[in-house]
């Protein structure tokens, strides 16, 4: 099902509702914003649900963090800008929740955004703006980005979902389909039709595989993640990196920092503790725990497939 609303000749919008899907689709497009005064465009989701002044934002897509309008846990907060002073990043996702009704309602980005929940049930993010004065936060220039002599055209998706606290934690295989949504390729047929089908499998779906490049002539940097956390009933998953990474797995591996570019050993502290859920080339994922691995090959073949 699909609806179209336009709100303004440069404001309108597009929802969708998939048989499939447990989300609501937004599409949402803003501009030209006409320069008769400076304008600052939020789209606001009004609920019936009593989330108080908290509300949670993600941090770079990983942990949520728990939000409190004019207050801050590690200092006293003298708001002076009641609604700039609320503003947060949202990398991937806000959320709210009514303890009573044991609801959630999550808004997921495709993008960065600022984002508050400035009244109870309610969520906003700012999706575009245009102003003709200098805001004086230091580049001593209006933002009045333009393209073609016209101002910028914004086009995003939001994707709305309502859940209850057992239901909670899908939110993260979401966030997922919406990061990694699929790229159109389009080229001669010939070409196309030879591209590799790949290799991996994983049927975990609270194990994501953020990683698999070519790190040198003879070897592959792979990083594998648990995207669940403790709060989300996330456990400790045991991940066979052969059986996973098949043919490009190599039992001559080593596992590196987060960076790839030195050993574990020199990054963690206590290497017994971070190696007590491995076996052998079966190793233990904590939640919301990124590791980082390096396959070394005796020959180019298998690198040069990636």
Known sequence: TEVWQTYTDWANFVYRIYSN??????????GPIPMDYGREVIV????????????????????????????QPTWKL???????????????????KDTNKNAHLTVLTDRSQGGSSLSSGQI???????????????????????????GLIARGIHWLYYSDTDNYGIHRDIGLDLFYRPIIAIGVENEVSNLKKSLIKNNDPDVNIIT???FDESS??????????????????SVDLQEVFGKFFSPNYKELGLA?????????????????DDSGHVI??????????LFKHETKRETNEI
Do not use: C
């Open 21 to 30: 899907k447990p989300y609501i689709e937004v599409q949402w497009t803003v």
């Open 124 to 150: 906003e993010l700012m999706v575009h703006r245009r102003m003709y004065k200098d805001d004086h936060r230091g580049v001593a220039e209006p933002l009045n980005e333009t393209q073609f002599g016209y």
């Open 260 to 276: 790839g570019d030195r050993h574990i050993s020199q990054v963690v502290t206590n290497m017994r503790e971070h190696l007590k």
């Open 220 to 237: 592959i940097l792979v990083r594998v993640e648990n995207i669940k956390s403790n709060s989300e009933g996330g456990n400790v998953i």
């Open 44 to 71: 606001r989701y009004q609920t019936g649900l009593n989330s108080g002044r908290t509300f949670y934002t993600d941090s770079n897509g990983r942990e949520m963090l728990k939000r409190v309008i004019g207050y």
């Open 284 to 293: 233990g994922l904590k939640p919301l725990q990124i590791r980082t691995f």
């Open 78 to 96: 003298n708001v002076t800008e009641p609604i700039a002073g609320n503003y947060y990043p949202v990398n991937s996702r806000i959320s709210i």
């Open 212 to 214: 698999l490049e070519k």
